[in-house]
């Protein structure tokens, strides 16, 4: 940003001493609601948790948009969006997969049109967090004992991952449009493997790993554990609950064996605000979120997922798994050799295949990555997305492009 403007906003002082503004909380900062750039558009206004608009830039570098004013509205109402879009006060809505039907209505009977599903670059997944930071008010236990680093136990995330029936799971959130992943690299980006492991549904399988988890004690003593979601989020909340009905569906067997501790899931649903604090405090034991590429490039998934600096890795603390042994695959020509522990691991082949220019060592190297995602199994549900678009017959310019994350204004117009 502009020196003298961020100076302008009391975003600094324009002296060296930089560290009182370094870092800020989001809503601390002098410029949380403040707009700079070169764009289309103009912040016109943001009532956060209502809508956000903007006014067409007519000093544009290229020529000035077509529409004069757009406006993003916050409507969790599924009943009141729908409302919106039939009155004509809407002209382009996001349909959560679960109302899909009541739009195909609408496009049959030529009121709104529908372009998609196209393949995207948007994945969702589910989070194991190594170690949940202390005063967490999700805990998980073992025994009835507070166990931070109860996901640590591979036995237990393998358990997890066989308990998932992603078959149903895709069919029934996302209508059979999205396919489970192996690793966290997506279709279409180097690296990415087909023929590559994934966990499948498998309830004897998971049933070894819960009697190999901690040494037999989580079998022993059970267990209590939270799966959180972001409020309103349907199907984060269905895959949750699939997760909780699986994992205490082995309480009868436990009890017929006289065993008294149970298998307890949690399902906790949070406030997006809220759930976003306690994920990058680390306290969020197992949790639901998405990922939309910044660019297309499998170093922007690698990052995010396993990297100590990643979006979520640096949440899910890796670093608890000590004394990793590693033997390359794929990347042959590197040395076995001995980690302190797995972040160390994901740190430096994330660093080798970010720097590789020999494209086919770097697949070998992201391969490799891929491969020890599964092997760890670091996530849950990793499912890449088809998307849809819906929109007012009247909207014109609108095209494809899974790079963008929202509506990109300045190729639109209406007609009539």
Known sequence: MDKEWVIEQGGWDGTANWRPWHDPAAEESELFNKANGTGPFKLEAWVPG??????????????????????VKVVPEWGTCLAMFQAGDADIIAVPRQYVAQMEELVAQGKARM????????????????YVTEGSPFMPLLGGEPKPDLLADIHLRRAI????????????CWLGEAWQLPGVIPEGRLGYDPTQPVYSFDLEKAEQELRLAWDGQLWRQGFRL???????NLARKFVAEMLERAIE????????????????IEVQDLPWPTYLKYMDAGQLALFFIGWLE??????NWVKPYMHSTGAFAMNQHFDTVKDVEFTPVYATWLPAKKYDNLQALFDELIELASRETDFAKAELLYKELNLLAHEYAINVGHIQLLARHYEQLWVRGWYYNPAYPGEYFYVLWKEG
């Open 115 to 130: 372009m998609g599903p196209f393949p995207s670059s948007t994945c969702q997944s589910g989070f194991f967090n190594f």
């Open 294 to 299: 910044d660019y297309a490039h499998p170093d």
């Open 50 to 71: 209502e809508y956000i608009s903007f006014v067409r830039n007519e000093n544009y570098w290229r020529e000035p948009a077509k529409l004069a004013r757009a406006v």
């Open 226 to 232: 939270t799966i959180a979601y972001n409020q309103g």
């Open 249 to 264: 569906g082995f309480n009868a067997k436990r009890q017929a064996e006289g065993l008294r501790g149970m298998f307890v």
């Open 161 to 172: 991952n066989y308990l998932l029936d992603i078959d149903t799971y895709i069919k029934e």
